[in-house]
């Protein structure tokens, strides 16, 4: 993995996102609907990024989007929807079903297995998960290997290496320190397997700050970062903000048709073109309300009715 040694990698969101080329493979950090890169998600759809191989654990809006977008060719994940809340991906079952994007399912700690294999150097790691099922049909790449101690057969997975690594912190500092809370998923792995990590963050900071709040991915690994209040909007950033149901809500209804989730599109990625523009356009209230969580269990229970 290489190291980025500069001391001061603060960039703007554009500049951020213009280090994702088509192509590439790309990591996205978060999960489901927690600290997705949302505000680079939407940057990368904007500059008309395609061919996108993205590879995660869980996800939902942020892989559904760029999907929905024409930007993604393969998609190498566990799991993509909104849960038993709000069902499976719209935009991404729709791709899948016409054949439109390559569909690479696998397994959580398949996908982890991969990632540590790349951070120690070897070319492969075995799993033992995989057998029996169909995912491996669906990964020419697998192969066997018999255990020396065992004999057990295993699956041998390649090393992963993504080319960009996506992820939306707290805080960071103008070096790349980047501080987050738990669940941290698969972002520290992709961190240090990846080749490049690109980062945003809520709100930047001293290195002090960002020392007292704890180091989750050193600066020798980032090689940009940015600044993006509510980046991970529609997800959740805890403890600064809740997860937007109501807006989670808007987008799966909207995103049943093609039409519809086009019009998401024009409405509030390509046809606001800055970050800032997204957060009056989704109004000042309605962040506070996000923000204000914790303030009550009856505030928090609100949030989700």
């Not at 020396?148 to 080319?163: I, N």
Request: with cysteine; aromatic share 8%.
């Amino acid at each position: 993995m290489p190291f980025f040694m500069d001391p001061d990698k603060l960039v703007t969101l554009e500049q951020a996102a213009a280090k994702v080329s088509d192509g590439d493979v790309v990591a996205l950090g978060g999960g489901l609907s927690a600290r997705l890169p949302m505000a680079l998600v939407r940057e990368l759809i904007r500059q008309g990024r395609r061919d996108l191989h993205l590879v995660g654990s869980a996800h939902g809006i942020d892989v559904d989007l760029l999907v929905a977008a024409k930007a993604v060719s393969i998609c190498e994940e566990s799991y993509v929807g909104f849960e038993q809340d709000l069902g499976l991906a719209p935009s991404y079952r729709r791709a899948a079903e016409g054949g439109e994007i390559r569909i690479a399912e696998s397994c959580c700690i398949t996908i982890l297995t991969q990632l540590r294999a790349a951070e120690a150097g070897v070319p492969f790691l075995p799993v033992r998960g995989v057998k029996g099922s169909d995912i491996r049909s669906l990964h020419p790449e697998y192969a066997e290997i018999t255990c020396p101690f065992t004999g057990e057969v295993l699956v041998a997975v390649p090393a992963l290496s993504p080319d960009v690594a996506l992820i939306h912190a707290s805080l960071g500092d103008r070096r790349g320190n980047l501080h987050f809370d738990k669940p941290y998923v698969l972002d520290e792995r992709f961190a240090s397997a990846s080749k490049l990590v690109v980062a945003t963050v809520e709100r930047m900071a001293s290195t002090a700050e960002v020392t007292a709040a704890g180091i989750t991915v050193p600066a020798h690994l980032v090689a940009a970062v940015a600044e993006a209040p509510f980046g991970a909007h529609p997800s959740s950033c805890y403890p600064h903000y809740a997860y937007d149901r109501k807006h989670l809500r808007e987008y799966v209804e909207a995103a049943a048709t093609a039409k519809g989730a086009t019009e998401y599109l024009e409405r509030f990625v390509i046809g606001t073109p800055t970050e800032e523009g997204y957060r009056k356009l989704l109004g000042e209230e309605s962040l506070e309300r996000l923000r204000g969580w914790n303030t009550s269990t009856q505030a928090w229970k609100e949030l989700f009715e």
